[in-house]
């Protein structure tokens, strides 16, 4: 009963970490988990609002590794801010069902913004959380 309460316990922690849109965690949680993002998706002409419609997943683990994948070939650009700071920024090809992934040792801890953009116009923002 009481593994099934904390069972609970950590659905709903999680729930509302994701509903907040910030992840935080320690080295010691060993865990890998999404960036919600925000924004808009364009592909050729035509728009899309998230969550639906965009082909790309960005996650943050705690071995400080941003990762992006993408259901479909696309150009990426993904930058890195703190307090508005660009702190480094990345412009590749995601090959369908591949991902492309990027450690940030070194950085202070704090809240960053993740930012995906592409030539067609794809806006994608989300927040993830050093400790």
């Known amino acids: 009963m009481k593994k099934l309460v904390s069972f609970f316990v950590f659905v709903a922690v999680t729930i509302l970490s994701v509903t907040a849109g910030n992840f935080s965690f320690s080295s010691a949680d060993d865990l890998t988990v999404p960036v919600p993002m925000k924004g808009k998706y364009k592909d050729g002409d035509t728009k899309g609002f998230l969550p639906l419609s965009s082909p790309f997943t960005v996650t943050w683990s705690d071995s400080y590794e941003l990762a992006v994948s993408s259901t479909k070939a696309e150009t990426v650009t993904l930058s890195v801010f703190k307090d508005g700071v660009l702190m ?27 930012v995906l953009t592409t030539p067609a116009g794809t806006y994608l923002e989300g927040n993830f959380i050093i400790e």
Not at 95 to 105: K, Q, W
Not at 107 to 114: C, F, I, K, L, Q
Request: aromatic share 14%; charged share 20%.
């Open 88 to 114: 480094e920024a990345h412009t590749f090809v995601l090959e369908s069902g591949e991902a492309e992934a990027f450690v940030l040792l070194g950085y202070e801890a704090g809240e960053y913004s993740v």
